[in-house]
């Protein structure tokens, strides 16, 4: 066998520039797009510390309030007993009388704002939670089918009569739409078609002998997952839904009395 130097010498010249244009048309724009990814996510921190800095310098700044409440509802208080020592056992009563009523309205409007202060500061925390997980989530590239094994899951486990009122369309083979973040791949597509017609018809939920009509459409609204959307029902798993599930629980615990969220 002959090698021909000149040959593996050109050879390896041209390995060399290829490397060369490699590193320069697309090593280095990767990691430009890293760092504009990683200064991105510093800034979202950065701003969410502030907010709460913010949150906490309200809080305290009520709490002086209520303490210079207090103190003049004392100051108010040892007036009145001065002035009473001085007056009639009747005037006394009633500037008794008068002082608790001041010091139970000024706690009643400290309670209210403290309730109010608590109630905001809970919802825009819930807010600016879901906002950075979902800028997060972004950024964190997860395959829509990885959801599928979970959704089909529910599907197995939603009751047979519920699945055949989903598919009810009168006339014709039942069909459905399956959405998704991201455009399937043709072979996902498939099985997906192949494992819906599996499971509804398993109870007899379609019409005996018919295929399912599956249509696959992109909706980028759903952050990353999947969404069954029959004739009468959806059923999804996506990151958009449990996203804006988290959101509303945080709200309704933001909207409970403050004795119940621990002040």
């Known amino acids: 066998m002959h090698i021909d130097l000149w040959t593996l010498l050109l050879q390896a010249c041209n390995l060399v ?45 009520l709490a002086q309030q209520r303490q210079a409440a207090d103190s003049v509802a004392q100051v108010t208080l040892q007036t009145a007993r001065e002035q009473a020592e001085q007056d009639s056992a009747a005037r006394l009563e009633a500037a008794r009388v008068a002082v608790r009523q001041c010091l139970q309205e000024a706690q009643a409007q400290i309670e209210r704002e403290r309730v109010q202060a608590g109630t905001a500061l809970y919802q825009a925390s819930a807010t600016l939670a879901t906002e950075l997980a979902q800028r997060l989530l972004s950024l964190t590239p997860v395959p829509d089918e990885a959801f599928w094994p979970a959704l089909l899951a529910r599907l197995q486990a939603t009751p047979a009569g519920q699945r055949a009122q989903w598919l009810a369309t009168g006339d014709g083979a039942p069909s459905l739409e399956v959405a998704s973040a991201h455009p399937l791949p043709p072979p996902v597509q498939a099985q ?72």
């Open 17 to 61: 520039v290829l490397l060369l244009l490699l590193r320069w048309l697309f090593y280095r724009p990767l990691l430009a797009v890293i760092e504009a990814r990683r200064q991105t996510v510093q800034q979202t921190l950065a701003e969410a510390q502030a907010r709460r800095e913010q949150a906490q310098a309200e809080l305290q700044a």
């Open 192 to 263: 997906l078609t192949q494992d819906l017609q599996g499971v509804l018809n398993l109870d007899g939920d379609s019409v005996e002998g018919a295929e399912l009509a599956c249509v696959f459409k992109p909706d980028a609204a759903l952050l990353c997952g999947l969404e069954l959307r029959f004739a009468h029902g959806v059923l999804g798993l996506n990151w958009a839904a449990e996203l804006q599930a988290a959101r509303a629980e945080l709200q309704q615990l933001a909207a409970q009395p403050a004795a119940e969220q621990g002040a």
